[in-house]
Each structure stands twice: as structure tokens, then as C-alpha cells.
């Protein structure tokens, strides 16, 4: 990740590397025309995406003079545009991810059953899309499709259902049941890719039709719900691949709810339901094409375009450097650095667990090379990582979900998001400048630090985010500003020598098209969630006991929404995270009076640090195979150092001028009341108070002049502005001489 670059003599840290993307360990690797067929199909894949969410079509761009038969038309219809968004990237997910992770020590191993089996499960996968092809056939011949009439049923369950369940759920236990090789595909895995197209060929062919307006009910065709099955079967392992276990176990789980739901008491219980009418349900805009899906065939997957051409011109690399600038000389340097760090490259990709890899094997190293412990080095990463997720203006895949359900412009969140992010970057600053202080930790020196003279003079390569950012206060829509941000970069690369020609964009259009699998197979799992909840009416019945529990304290209501959003994204995505809560949380926030905004915003949040709170932290876990600590320990250190991160919502939920809702005086005021809120705890959790290290007393009524501080109003600011004067009366008396870290 680094290199040395001799500069007048001296060798200075130069990162490197920062932008490449990370290798998963299950993540398939072709080499020669395997390669470039992946590669192209990665191209189309993220192009059409780009064309499609701006209008464009050769078509239109020729005034009609070239029309080329099977490409597509734009705008495309919505539901076969999402539609084919899924299944594009089961397609492509399929393709480039094994089962299992790939392992030097263990070879690939195939039985010679699974070998034979997978000739009949293409053979069953392929007469499923002939059949599906053929339903579009009759379709568009004039063919009344009816659910109830006997002989399509026949045809819909015995030419399209069975085989096509056969060939799911017999590929993916074939996948269970081998280990692939690492430079092909396996054949089983073919099998998945074409029965995605085969689920979207039906869908897309029986959604045209009055069939449409029937999900739900007895008279869907029969062939919804077996296609819907096994689509959500393709989804879920698709997940299990790029996401881990966790988010599968959850939505499997609710699936079970389903149909168990009538059996459980309290709020709990829910009508009964078939399977049929659930599932032809499921797959529609109630459930997995829905919000999620809906903000990962626009927003999502358009500013992952945006960030792989940010790494194509090394912006990445130009952020870290650019920090180890600014912030390396300070006590604890590496520590700060990845605050600032992974702050700027939050901007970017807006993922912990990226931020994590991409900064964290750079500033993990070096922060045990000054003094930290290895649990500390990937706890202050995974930290400082998470906050990026909460940064405008892309602010991770949440906040384009918030904008969707909400009805809120991006542009508004946006702003609203401003002083709450601060506010954590500094909480998680003043933590480890404190550690640093107590420890007796020096900056990094000179020669070991990028020159800032040097950076200055690449200060343009800020232009696409400025570009972005001035385009959504221009008033800009989220995907003209995403796509003339895009551009920019593009266009930014000619100044560096990292010039982006044909091959360079082709390039980056590839990576983006890998780079989006993983976010959209979890908003399409998140979506099934969503059904679920929407479908059996158990959010409604959440809001109820909320408000049941509002009648005795509005603060325990509050304080039980914060559990149940940090439980939902343990193990899980921030996007599914806060989806999951968004369904189930905020509903009932808001019956409690709470303005929309707000309520949305304190279930993303803590759907964000739930990232670094243990027992199953993400982001601390990626950080931990970094520094080579403990998980577990890494990720209570990191809830340590977080802990005063977790106020923040409270703060804006008591005085919501924090989220730009008020006269600028009142905004400052406020954010400067938190800002010294902030301060106090951070003394208290870390025990170190101007200069010395603090008794217990002291921070005690440092955490009590911490929470009135934060609380907003007058009244409580001079309370807590007393007591924080009392403990510095205090604390000059009991501890003696400062003993301040240089």
C-alpha cells in the first residue's frame, strides 16, 4: 500500500493502492478471453444503467435513423427495469462469486455426481427460459393469460415452475456441497445465472398483462409465486456469497414468520396466509422491488459508477495522502490520520467495511508502530471507517433509501446530515487524542509524511465531489448531478497520470459493474424483509407497542427503537440495516409525534454504528484481520471509543436544530453546545480532563455536565456549563501537576 518517494532527499509515505479494489476470498479470477467476456458483460451491465437513468438510446441519440434490433428502448418500463436489475446481477454475481472461499491449502474438489448432475439442471434451467420465452410468445400474439384457466396452470407448474426449481435449489446444493476452482466457473453456478434470466423472462412477460393487478390474491397465475420462489432462493444465496450469514438467517427467518405468524401471541400473531398468495406478492414493488430495489438500480448503483471512476483517477490514494498531511504530525498521528481519512473516502464509496480495507491496511500498521495496541490500531479504523457512511454527500446506499421512503429531496438529507457527522468525527477525535495524550504519543515526523506542497498543487482532483455537491444546491436532480460528477472525474484524470482514455473508462465501467453485486443482492434481500413486514402488517403492530411503551417514557421508547435498530444491522449492511428498521422502527417514531425527518435519521444512524456494536460489529471484524487482534476484543474497543458517537441522536432528536431545522444563530449555537458536550464525555469515557488524568469523581460530573449539555436549551446549557466548571475547580485541586502528553 505504500512506497517510499524520495523528495529532495528524503523518503516520505506515499500511499498506494488505496483505490484498488479488495479481492474477495470467494471471488473468482479468469484470465484470457474468460476474462474479457466477464469484463464486457461487467461493461454492459453498469452502461446500460448509466444510459437507462439518463434517457438515452441509440435510437433517440439518431432521431430513429439507427435502430438496432433486442437493444433496449429508453425509459424502460419500471418494474421490467428492476426486474432486470436483479437479474443482471444474480447473473453476474453467479459468475464471479464461488460458494465457498477459495483456499490454497484446499484444492478444488468435485464429486463426479455433481459433475454428472449438472448437465440435467442446465437442461431443466434452459427449458424453463425456452417455456418463459415462449409464455412472452403467446403474450404478445394476443393470448389472454388467465391464472385460473386449468391449462396454462398446467403449463405454468410443469413446463416453467418445477423445472425451474429443480434447477435452483439442485445447483445451490451442489454449490453447498463442492469447492470450485478459482480461474473457471463452475457449471452448477451456470445453472443459477440462467435461471435468473429465466425468473425475469416470466416476470417480465406476465407483469405486461392484466395479471399484474392480481398478485396477492387468489387469481395471480400460479407461476408468479414459483418464480418468485426461486427468485428469492437465487437472492438469498446470491447474499450468502457477498454478505456472510447474517442478513440470510434474518430474512429466512421472517419467511418462517409468514407462515407461523397465526400460531404466536401478542403482537406477534398475523392472519394466515398461503404460500401461493404470499410469494406472487413478494416479488413485486411490496417486497423486493420495492425502496431498495428502487434506490439500487438509480442512486446506488449510479454513484458506485461515480466511485470507480474517483478510482480510476487514484482519488483515493491522493485522500490518504492528503490526510497523513494534515494530520501526521499530531500526537497519535496514524490514528487521526484515519479519522480524516476515511472521513474523505466515506465521500467515496460510503461503506465501513471498504473504508476499512481501503485506509485501515495502510494506518492499522503504522498505528501499532507508534504505540497502539493491535485491538486499539483496528478499533480507532473501524471507528473512523463507519462514520463515512454518514457523510454527505453520497453518505453510503442508506441515505438515497431514507430519500425514498420519506419522500425527502437527497439534497435535504444531505444538508440535515451535516452538523451529525461532524459531531461524530469529532466525538471519535477528541477519544483518540485523548488515548494518544494518556499513552505519551508523539506525531509522525517529517520525513515520514507527504509534503503538503506537493499535494496542494493536485487540490483539483476535489472537483468531481465539489462538482456534485454544488450541482445538488443548484437544484440539480440526484442522477444529473451523479452523472455530471461522473464526468468530471473523467475529465479531472487528463490532469494526472492516471489519464482516463477509452480503456480507462471501459475499465472503470467494469469495476463498477463487480463493485455493485454485493449492495444490490443485499437491497434485494432487504426488500424480501420489507415484504414481509408490509405484507403481514407486524410493522403497524411495532408502532402500537411503541407508543404503549411512549405512555410511560417517550426517552424508554426511544431508548428500545436504539436496541432494535443496532440488533437489526448486527452481522448486516448498513443499507439492509436501515432498511429493515425504516420499516419497522421509524413508523412507530414517528406516530410518537416525532418529525419524519428525525426519526428516519436516529434509525439510520444507529443503523450505521451497529457496524462497530458488539458482539457482531462488521466493520470491527474486517479490522481485526488487519491488525491481527482479537474480533471480538477489537469491536468492544471500538464501541469504547464510538460510545460517545452513540449520544448523537439523542442530541438531535432533543433539539432538532442540529439537523439545519432553524435560524442559522440557533444552528451555531447548538452545534457548539454539542460540540462541548461532546468534549465532556469523551474526558469522562477516557478519564484524561486538561491535561492529567481524571478522578473518578471528576468524571462523573463530567458525564452529568456532558448530558445537559447536550440536551439543548438555555437552562440546561448554563447547568452544565456550572458543573463542567465545577469538575475543572476539582480537578485542579486533586490532580496536581498536568502531566500532558507532548
Known amino acids: 500500500m505504500t512506497k517510499p518517494d524520495s523528495i529532495d532527499g528524503t523518503d516520505h509515505l506515499i500511499a498506494e493502492g488505496v483505490d484498488e479494489e479488495p479481492v474477495e476470498p470467494n471471488r473468482r479470477d479468469y484470465s484470457g478471453r474468460l476474462a474479457n467476456v466477464v469484463m464486457w458483460l461487467a461493461i454492459i451491465y453498469s452502461s446500460l444503467h448509466m444510459l437507462a437513468l439518463n434517457g438515452v438510446s441509440l435510437s433517440g441519440m439518431t432521431g430513429g435513423?439507427?435502430?438496432?434490433?433486442?437493444?433496449?428502448?429508453?425509459?424502460?418500463?419500471?418494474?421490467?427495469?428492476?426486474?432486470?436489475?436483479?437479474?443482471?446481477?444474480?447473473?453476474?454475481?453467479?459468475?464471479?462469486?464461488?460458494?465457498?472461499?477459495?483456499?490454497?491449502?484446499?484444492?478444488?474438489?468435485?464429486?463426479?455426481?455433481?459433475r454428472i448432475l449438472a448437465l440435467p439442471l442446465m437442461l431443466c434451467a434452459l427449458f424453463s427460459l425456452g417455456s418463459a420465452l415462449y409464455f412472452g410468445w403467446q403474450i404478445s400474439g394476443g393470448l389472454m393469460w388467465q391464472g385460473l384457466d386449468a391449462g396454462i396452470r398446467f403449463n405454468e407448474i410443469w413446463l416453467f415452475g418445477t423445472p425451474l426449481w429443480i434447477a435452483v435449489f439442485g445447483s445451490i446444493a451442489c454449490g453447498l456441497l463442492s469447492h470450485d476452482a478459482r480461474d473457471r466457473c463452475s457449471y452448477h453456478d451456470l445453472v443459477l445465472a440462467v435461471s435468473a434470466i429465466a425468473v425475469a423472462a416470466y416476470l417480465?412477460?406476465?407483469?405486461?398483462?392484466?395479471?399484474?393487478?392480481?398478485?396477492?390474491?387468489?387469481?395471480?397465475?400460479?407461476?408468479?409465486?414459483?418464480?418468485?420462489?426461486?427468485?428469492?432462493?437465487?437472492i438469498l444465496e446470491l447474499t450468502r456469497r457477498v454478505a456472510g450469514l447474517a442478513l440470510v438467517i434474518i430474512a429466512i427467518v421472517f419467511l418462517i414468520y409468514v407462515f407461523i405468524g397465526e400460531y404466536l401471541p401478542g403482537f406477534l400473531s398475523s392472519p394466515a396466509v398461503t404460500w401461493e398468495r404470499f410469494f406472487s406478492q413478494v416479488?413485486?414493488?411490496?417486497?423486493?422491488?420495492?425502496?431498495?430495489?428502487?434506490v439500487?438500480?438509480?442512486?446506488?448503483?449510479?454513484?458506485?459508477?461515480?466511485?470507480?471512476?474517483?478510482q480510476a483517477s487514484k482519488v483515493g490514494d491522493y485522500f490518504v495522502n492528503f490526510a497523513f498531511a494534515l494530520a501526521g504530525r499530531a500526537r497519535g498521528g496514524p490514528a487521526k490520520v484515519a479519522i480524516f481519512a476515511s472521513g474523505l473516502m466515506g465521500m467515496i464509496n460510503g461503506t465501513s467495511a471498504g473504508n476499512v480495507v481501503a485506509t485501515g491496511s495502510l494506518t492499522i500498521p503504522l498505528m501499532k508502530r507508534v504505540g497502539y495496541r493491535k485491538q486499539t490500531a483496528g478499533a480507532i479504523e473501524a471507528a473512523a471507517s463507519t462514520g463515512g457512511q454518514i457523510m454527505p454527500p453520497i453518505m453510503g446506499a442508506g441515505a438515497f433509501i431514507m430519500a425514498e421512503v420519506t419522500g425527502i429531496p437527497y439534497s435535504e438529507i444531505a444538508i440535515a446530515a451535516v452538523i451529525p457527522a461532524i459531531l461524530y468525527f469529532v466525538s471519535i477525535y477528541f477519544m483518540v487524542d485523548f488515548e494518544a495524550a494518556k499513552l505519551g504519543m508523539k506525531g509522525m515526523r517529517e520525513d515520514e509524511i507527504p509534503q503538503i506542497r506537493k499535494l496542494i498543487k493536485q487540490v483539483f482532483l476535489f472537483i468531481p465531489i465539489v462538482i456534485l455537491i454544488a450541482a445538488l444546491f443548484m437544484g440539480y436532480s440526484v442522477i444529473r448531478a451523479g452523472t455530471l460528477a461522473t464526468v468530471s472525474a473523467a475529465v479531472v484524470s487528463w490532469l494526472t497520470p492516471h489519464r482516463m482514455d477509452l480503456r480507462g473508462i471501459l475499465k472503470a465501467f467494469s469495476l463498477a459493474g463487480s463493485m455493485s453485486i454485493q449492495i444490490i443482492a443485499v437491497c434485494a434481500c432487504a426488500g424480501i424483509i420489507v415484504g414481509v413486514i408490509s405484507l403481514t402488517g407486524v410493522g403497524a403492530r411495532f408502532s402500537s407497542l411503541l407508543l404503549g411503551l411512549a405512555e410511560a417514557s417517550q426517552l424508554l421508547a426511544l431508548f428500545f427503537a436504539m436496541c432494535i435498530a443496532i440488533l437489526l444491522g448486527m452481522g448486516m449492511p448498513t443499507t439492509a440495516a436501515y432498511a429493515v428498521a425504516a420499516s419497522v422502527v421509524a413508523p412507530g417514531?414517528?406516530?410518537?409525534?416525532?418529525?419524519?425527518?428525525?426519526?428516519?435519521?436516529?434509525?439510520?444512524?444507529?443503523?450505521?454504528?451497529?457496524?462497530?456494536?458488539?458482539?457482531?460489529?462488521?466493520?470491527?471484524?474486517?479490522?481485526?484481520?488487519?491488525?491481527?487482534?482479537?474480533?471480538?476484543?477489537?469491536?468492544?474497543a471500538s464501541f469504547k471509543i464510538g460510545i460517545a458517537a452513540f449520544v448523537v441522536p439523542f442530541m438531535f432528536f432533543y433539539n432538532s436544530t442540529l439537523l439545519m431545522d432553524g435560524a442559522m444563530i440557533d444552528v451555531m449555537i447548538a452545534f457548539a453546545t454539542a460540540t462541548i458536550g461532546i468534549f465532556l464525555l469523551a474526558c469522562a469515557?477516557?478519564?484524561?480532563?486538561?491535561?492529567?488524568?481524571?478522578?473518578?469523581?471528576v468524571r462523573v460530573i463530567l458525564v452529568v455536565a456532558s448530558l445537559f449539555m447536550i440536551s439543548g436549551g438555555l437552562t440546561t446549557d448554563l447547568i452544565g456549563a456550572g458543573l463542567a466548571v465545577a469538575a475543572f475547580g476539582l480537578h485542579r485541586m486533586t490532580s496536581g501537576t498536568p502531566t500532558a502528553a507532548s
Open 685 to 697: 469515557v477516557q478519564g484524561w480532563f486538561i491535561g492529567s488524568l481524571a478522578s473518578p469523581v
Open 283 to 294: 416479488y413485486t414493488d411490496a417486497g423486493v422491488l420495492g425502496p431498495t430495489t428502487a
Open 65 to 114: 435513423l439507427v435502430d438496432v434490433p433486442l437493444l433496449p428502448q429508453f425509459p424502460i418500463e419500471t418494474w421490467n427495469f428492476r426486474i432486470s436489475h436483479v437479474a443482471g446481477a444474480l447473473f453476474l454475481g453467479f459468475v464471479l462469486f464461488a460458494a465457498h472461499p477459495f483456499s490454497d491449502e484446499r484444492p478444488a474438489k468435485q464429486s463426479k455426481l455433481i
Open 204 to 234: 417480465i412477460a406476465i407483469y405486461g398483462t392484466l395479471m399484474r393487478n392480481s398478485t396477492g390474491t387468489p387469481f395471480a397465475p400460479i407461476g408468479i409465486s414459483m418464480a418468485a420462489v426461486a427468485g428469492c432462493a437465487l
Open 589 to 636: 417514531l414517528v406516530n410518537l409525534g416525532i418529525p419524519l425527518l428525525t426519526a428516519h435519521f436516529f434509525v439510520f444512524y444507529f443503523a450505521v454504528v451497529s457496524a462497530i456494536t458488539p458482539p457482531v460489529a462488521l466493520a470491527s471484524f474486517a479490522a481485526a484481520g488487519i491488525s491481527g487482534a482479537n474480533p471480538l476484543e477489537t469491536s468492544l
Open 296 to 310: 439500487s438500480s438509480t442512486y446506488i448503483i449510479l454513484f458506485i459508477i461515480f466511485a470507480a471512476f474517483l
